[in-house]
């Protein structure tokens, strides 16, 4: 089980709108295995490469987690505008990505991570946006946390705060926490615990050489 390459002809990009992010309209023509096909329109937004962190701080096996406020979030029935997420931003133009993770983690936790490392990628919306997802474990003291941090230039206002794992794995059980980058990373986490320790001392072990 695999993606695979499509059989579609595409035409486009027609610029809708140029907000925080450029909104396209594609119209293409989607040939299937049967031999038909069929003609569609999709609009999507651009959002490129992004990168995620989980903090961790193994010595005291905590993650490291931030509220921030989300206009989408908060405009739900629910009204969960003060979401619990992970660290994330995106990769500047030819910015390595682990270099991106290093410095949003420093910028929204504000403690700079001692190795970084690879869990997973992903597409989180496909269907509305071509964001591409590279998830990191950054692993960080958890006692140097400040109150505040964020980019200030950015007016981004984040509260990094520390919470044992097995508290932050019963939250997104009993779906206290919604956001999705962060889901993921916990449950990566979660079937990752028990060879933590082999990847970290790896990990050392190559940015050592």
Same mark, same amino acid.
């Not at 991570?113 to 950054?138: H, I, K, N, Q, S």
């Not at 019963?170 to 980058?181: E, L, V």
């Given at each position: 089980m695999e993606d695979r390459p499509a059989r579609v002809d595409v035409e486009g990009p027609e610029l809708l709108a140029k907000g925080f992010r450029p909104y396209e309209r594609y119209r293409l023509v989607l040939h299937h295995d049967d031999g038909t096909s069929d003609t569609q329109v999709r609009d999507i937004v651009r959002g490129g490469r992004v990168v995620g962190v989980l903090g961790y701080d193994p010595g005291r096996e905590l993650v490291v987690l931030i509220r921030q406020f989300r206009l989408t979030a908060h405009l739900l029935p629910q009204g969960r505008g003060e979401m619990v997420e992970?660290?994330?931003?995106?990769?500047?133009?030819?910015?390595?990505?682990?270099?991106?993770?290093? &410095?949003?983690? !420093?910028?929204?936790?504000?403690? #700079?991570? &001692?190795? %970084?490392?690879?869990?997973?990628?992903?597409?989180? @919306?496909?269907? %509305?946006? /071509? #964001?591409?997802?590279?998830?990191?474990? +950054? !692993?960080? /003291?958890?006692?140097?946390?400040?109150?505040?941090? *964020?980019?200030?230039?950015? @007016?981004?206002?984040? =509260?990094?705060?520390? %919470?044992? %794992?097995?508290?932050?794995?019963?939250? !997104?059980? =009993? +779906? &206290?926490?919604?956001? *999705?980058?962060?889901?993921?990373?916990l449950q990566w986490l979660a079937l990752n615990r028990a060879r933590l320790p082999e990847l970290i001392a790896a990990a050392e072990i190559e940015a050592r050489s």
């Open positions: 992970i660290v994330a931003g995106l990769v500047e133009p030819d910015e390595d990505p682990e270099a991106a993770a290093v &410095r949003e983690c !420093i910028e929204e936790t504000g403690v #700079e991570p &001692r190795l %970084v490392l690879p869990m997973l990628t992903f597409t989180p @919306t496909p269907g %509305v946006t /071509d #964001e591409f997802a590279l998830m990191y474990l +950054g !692993i960080l /003291d958890a006692g140097a946390l400040p109150a505040r941090a *964020g980019a200030r230039d950015e @007016t981004e206002m984040t =509260q990094p705060f520390a %919470v044992p %794992v097995d508290e932050a794995l019963a939250a !997104i059980a =009993q +779906g &206290r926490c919604i956001n *999705g980058f962060l889901i993921l990373a």
